[in-house]
């Protein structure tokens, strides 16, 4: 009983990982998205939200690690996205990689993007891993209000509104207040080693042993 939600969502550290693709650092900021490419991980959403921001900030692209969660329903989606990437006049900013990657990959390349995009629809999981290997990046990572990110609200910034024009304007200030995207990537860091693996095992274990102190 005195173990909180908050205690049991902890991540193991990794280490360091390689590039999945050469992004040139000239162009503008780079949007990322992480998790399987199923209709309710917000893809779509993504892409409407990139379709908001160019006219601001017109070398913007979302380069997403959406992994084929196999069968015909995430080709069926992929091509869902790509059609409403082209309606929206943003194909050639919308990027996504299908394959399934290492955590070491992954988190070196959302750790080369502006901000880390993770705009859920509801859901009825308990926590969310994926959101865990986003904060593992250090970089300012902007969530749907779904339940689903309640364990990891107080260092992601949660969007009140599941519409695209209010995912638009966080990114954009956000891109615009890098102080504020700072003290983002900051608290990821923190939250980060806080709940790696070795310092959850420690809590576990000092409540297991009834001390209310951290275990050495």
């Known amino acids: 009983d005195r173990l909180r939600d908050r205690d049991l969502v902890f991540y193991r550290t990794a280490r360091p990982g390689r ?3 050469d992004v040139p650092p000239e162009g503008g900021p780079v949007i990322t998205g992480f998790g399987f490419l199923r209709p309710y991980k917000g893809v ?6 990139l379709g908001q921001l160019r006219k601001e900030f017109p070398g913007i692209r979302y380069v997403g690690l959406h992994a084929s969660y196999g069968g015909e329903a995430s080709n069926i989606h992929l091509e869902e996205c790509r059609q409403e990437a082209a309606r929206l006049g943003v194909l050639d900013a919308f990027h996504i990689d299908t394959g399934f990657h290492s955590v070491e990959d992954v988190v070196t390349e959302l750790a080369s993007a502006d901000v880390i995009l993770m705009a859920y629809e509801p859901s009825s999981e308990g926590a969310s891993a994926a959101v ?45 207040d890098r102080a504020k995207a700072a003290a983002m990537m900051d608290r990821a860091r923190a939250w980060t080693e806080e709940h790696s693996y070795q310092r959850s095992a420690q809590r576990i274990l000092a409540v297991v042993n009834g001390n209310s102190g951290s275990a050495e």
């Open 19 to 21: 590039r999945l693709r």
């Open 44 to 49: 779509l959403t993504a892409i409407r939200v």
């Open 132 to 176: 865990n290997t986003a904060l593992a990046a250090g970089r300012p990572v902007i969530v749907s209000p779904s339940e689903i990110f309640r364990p990891v609200a107080e260092v992601v910034h949660v969007v009140q509104r599941h519409e695209p024009n209010a995912y638009a304007d966080a990114i954009a200030t956000l891109l615009r």
